[in-house]
């Protein structure tokens, strides 16, 4: 059974950081690549970034390029998403997501979802 288990979401103010975790288990986490998606209050998820199995690539939604960066640590089964310069509408509930594939190919390659971990930006 794969579980992937969410940490280091908050509160924070506009113009900090925040580092968020995703630890998986029960599937070979090397062979796929992961994501991260978040969901604001009354709206649909969104893409926010991936990452290849290997590391090689990553791919970032237009909204935080430049901001957030996405790494991970296979070693550990660990994906990770560092938020810098965060804002207001980047509060939502991020959701770490495991892919089909070895590379993101679109949100609809993700079978495997954590439970979501909640970002709050004060203005």
């Known amino acids: 059974q794969v579980q992937l288990v969410e940490t280091g979401g908050g509160l924070v103010q506009a113009g900090g950081s925040l580092r968020l975790s995703c630890a998986a288990s029960g599937r070979t986490f090397s062979s796929y690549a992961m994501g991260w998606f978040r969901q604001a209050p009354g709206k649909e998820r969104d893409f926010v970034t991936a990452i290849s199995a290997s590391g090689v690539s990553t791919y970032y939604a237009d909204s935080v390029k430049g901001r957030f960066a996405i790494s991970r640590d296979n070693a550990k089964n660990t994906v990770f998403l560092q938020m810098n310069n965060l804002k207001p509408e980047d509060t939502a509930v991020y959701y770490c997501?495991?892919?089909?594939?070895?590379?993101?190919?679109?949100?609809?390659?993700?079978?495997?979802w954590g439970q979501g971990t909640q970002v709050t930006v004060s203005s």
């Open positions: 997501a495991s892919s089909r594939f070895p590379v993101h190919t679109g949100p609809e390659a993700y079978d495997y």
